[in-house]
């Protein structure tokens, strides 16, 4: 699905902070990850234990909408937009 | 404490709109449902759901148990709010919704239409109805009420024991396989954090334990201090810095006895502020989350979070504006209607204007474009 480079960060900045950001609000923070896909937009595809999703969404999106509020500050300084997407 | 109130296609969607005028989690808030939504034919809304909510006051209620229980078993974060109204007795829900039909009929009477003063007093008086309602006669009534309290407690402090050292091992064991941004934020991580690792861990053995022993017996001895949730919060938004790669200071100032505020101070850090205030309002969102991860239960008093002096500013932006169309319009006499605004600013407005002679100030409008009115004396 992804051709992402992991010497070729398109989004380092997103990227940490995405990780970070996941990872401070699972239970399960092994189960994280977070992958590139470059395509006409960068994507950041997290997946989380299924058992997290919920956590990761909130209640009517709250949670993930905040997230993607900081995730795309961060990616700012990486001078790119990114989309991202929750996948479990 | 102000009151919002909040109207949606549901209860629910009404509860939602009222958390994000308060700018806070849904169990710092206390909610009073004024009018149930009414289906027309054929799924038409023939009359929208209207809840009223405020932050709750700091004195804790008997709600602990069931939260904890919730969690333990798994189920998804977007249960909790449901504990508000309906969740006293999951089983039966006849008499919950009878309780917040009483909370909700005094409330409405005391808040005819738009009347905000006369609205504001009295719910306060609903909302201990209808807690008096909900909680008490349930216990006494249902004997599995205080099954419910004793059966929990040992799941739930191994559910609150679990949460408490995921986060912290989890996070160092798996940075290691990750690319070279992860292992960026852990170096970064790791440099500023010895000392938070170490407090850090001292937090959670403290809280571990204090949900030890407090299980069961008086809730405020379970109760989150300020103290506790600043640290909390300031490590968050140090790794959150780290992430991000921003250099801040991270430090906590009390505001007055309920208030507390973890502030981030340093150049460049505009891009956590955001057009509007609105990436800060995710970076305070998420850090409330991160809280009710770690400390789950109730929290004592309320942590607000700044950036950059941002809110002061925004608070001083405001005053000036405020007192600068008091002054026009004073001098042509002629009301003025201010742009929409979230509850906290229109407070800063009548607050600022009730200082000042010659005009007087109302709100009108419906949230979320409720809107602040300045009208010359006679």
């Known amino acids: 699905m992804s051709d992402g480079d992991p010497n070729a960060l398109a989004a380092p900045t997103a990227e940490a902070v995405l990780d970070y950001l996941v990872r401070s609000i699972v239970d399960d923070p092994d189960a994280v990850s977070v992958e590139v896909e470059d395509g006409r937009r960068t994507t950041l595809n997290v997946r989380v234990a299924p058992g997290d999703m919920g956590r990761v969404i909130g209640r009517s999106g709250r949670v993930a909408s905040a997230i993607r509020v900081v995730t795309r500050a961060a990616a700012a300084r990486d001078d790119v937009e990114v989309d991202i997407e929750f996948l479990d | ?378």
């Open chain 2, 1 to 378: 404490m102000e009151w919002v109130e909040t109207t949606g296609k549901s209860v629910d969607d009404a509860k939602d709109a009222a958390l994000d005028e308060l700018g806070i989690a849904e169990d710092e808030a206390e909610f009073e449902i004024v009018e149930e939504a009414k289906q027309g034919l054929f799924g038409m809304l023939r009359r929208e759901a209207r809840v009223r909510a405020r932050v709750r006051p700091t004195q804790p209620r008997p709600k602990v148990e069931r939260r904890r229980t919730k969690k333990a078993s798994g189920s998804k974060g977007g249960g909790s709010k449901g504990s508000e109204t309906k969740s006293s007795k999951p089983s039966e829900k006849k008499p919950a919704k009878s309780a917040v039909a009483a909370g909700g009929a005094s409330a409405g009477k005391g808040s005819g239409k738009g009347s905000t003063s006369k609205g504001r007093s009295k719910p306060a008086k609903g909302a201990d109805t209808a807690s008096a309602n909900g909680d008490e006669p349930e216990s006494t009534e249902s004997p599995t009420g205080t099954d419910q309290g004793a059966s929990s407690s040992p799941t739930a402090t191994d559910g609150g024991g679990e949460s408490h050292s995921a986060p912290g091992d989890a996070s160092d064991g798996g940075d290691a396989d990750r690319g070279p941004a992860g292992a960026r934020a852990v170096d970064a991580r790791r440099r500023s954090g010895r000392q938070r690792e170490r407090s850090r861990s001292k937090a959670s053995a403290d809280t571990t334990s204090s949900s030890d022993t407090t299980q069961g017996a008086t809730m405020s001895e379970s109760t989150a201090s300020l103290e506790e949730q600043a640290e909390i919060t300031e490590e968050f938004l140090q790794g959150l810095l780290d992430a991000f790669g921003l250099d801040g200071e991270v430090s906590t100032v009390s505001v007055d006895d309920e208030t507390s505020e973890v502030r981030i101070e340093g150049d460049e850090l505009g891009l956590l502020i955001g057009q509007k205030g609105r990436t800060l309002q995710a970076v305070g969102d998420l850090s409330r989350t991160v809280l009710q991860r770690r400390l789950p239960g109730r929290h004592e008093g309320r942590l607000r979070v700044d950036v950059a002096g941002y809110r002061e500013r925004r608070r001083e932006a405001l005053q000036r504006f405020a007192q600068d169309v008091a002054e026009q319009v004073r001098s042509s006499g002629t009301r003025r209607v201010l742009e929409p605004m979230n509850p906290a600013d229109r407070k800063v407005v009548h607050d600022v204007l009730n200082e000042v002679d010659g005009v007087t100030t109302t709100s009108e409008g419906e949230e979320p474009r409720r809107r602040v009115v300045v009208l010359p004396d006679d």
